[in-house]
């Protein structure tokens, strides 16, 4: 039995996917696997893997991945450091990060494209929209480096803003953490998950899911956030096949 690649087989029923499209965000720290800087060789490797299995599984899937495993500008800026400059060190740092993430994808066989905000042309394409979106459709995992090519813009508010652009279904941002809680489940045992969200709560309670640029961004255009952790196997696709994982953040 022959299904659309949005389909997925349940038995003998065809379970629609909910999503097509989507747009990753990954923290930069994800990519330091128990290490306390930089990229984890077997952590980078697991990802890549799971994210050829969700491609595979008829998503288009775009990647924005940030750069704090390397260097954070507002870290910068508080040592007193000029914040633009700060900030391009912040882009180069998730430029490293994408580079390092089309290896570990391609290594494991997969085809993938890095799209730069900033224009670094010996090493990545320089981000327009239409060819981002041609990417998409032949088949290919697509990561945006650089952010939004601006200052005082956040990775969180890129991935907003790119996932608009290419017009994904829904923002994935892959944590360290199951979802977002009322308090930090480390510092607090006794803080309690939520299982949905709406934007105007998240941003009231300032639970700090995404920047709120970028809440305000996908409150907006109407488009669905999806909390979860990354760093445990196989939730990524669950993720992305619409099982209750982590925290949905949507207007009701």
């Known amino acids: ?21 989507v747009l990753l965000k990954l923290s930069g720290e994800v990519l330091m696997g128990d290490t306390a800087f930089g990229i984890d060789a077997d952590t980078i490797s697991r990802l890549a ?3 050829i299995e969700v491609q595979a599984s008829g998503v288009d899937l775009a990647i924005v991945i940030g750069g704090g495993n390397i ?29 390092a993430l089309q290896d570990a ?4 066989g997969g085809t993938v494209r890095v799209i730069s905000a900033l224009h670094i042309k010996e090493i990545a394409e320089p981000y327009i929209r239409r060819r981002a979106v041609r990417h998409l459709e ?46 930090d489940p480390v510092r607090n045992p006794d803080a309690k998950k939520y ?4 934007f105007t709560e998240a941003l009231s309670k300032r639970l700090g899911v995404m920047d709120a640029t970028a809440m305000s961004l996908c409150r907006d255009n109407h488009m669905p956030i999806v909390v979860f952790d990354v760093t445990t196997p196989g939730q990524m696709l669950k993720a992305v096949s619409g099982e209750a994982v ?7």
């Open 1 to 21: 039995m022959s299904t659309a690649a949005d389909d997925v087989v349940v038995g003998q029923q065809v379970k629609q996917h909910p999503y097509k499209r």
């Open 49 to 51: 893997v799971e994210l």
């Open 71 to 99: 260097f954070r500008g507002m870290s910068g800026t508080a040592s007193g450091m000029d914040r633009a400059s700060a900030d391009y060190m912040g882009m180069l740092a998730t430029m490293m990060n994408s580079i």
């Open 105 to 108: 994808i391609e290594r494991q």
């Open 138 to 183: 032949k088949g290919r995992i697509l990561i945006f480096a650089a952010g939004t090519g601006n200052p005082y813009f956040t990775t969180d508010t890129a991935a907003s803003l790119r996932a608009m652009e290419i017009q994904a279904d829904a923002v994935l941002k892959g944590t360290k953490v199951d979802g977002v809680y009322t308090a």
């Open 195 to 198: 299982e949905t969200l709406t």
């Open 246 to 252: 982590g925290t949905l953040v949507q207007e009701n």
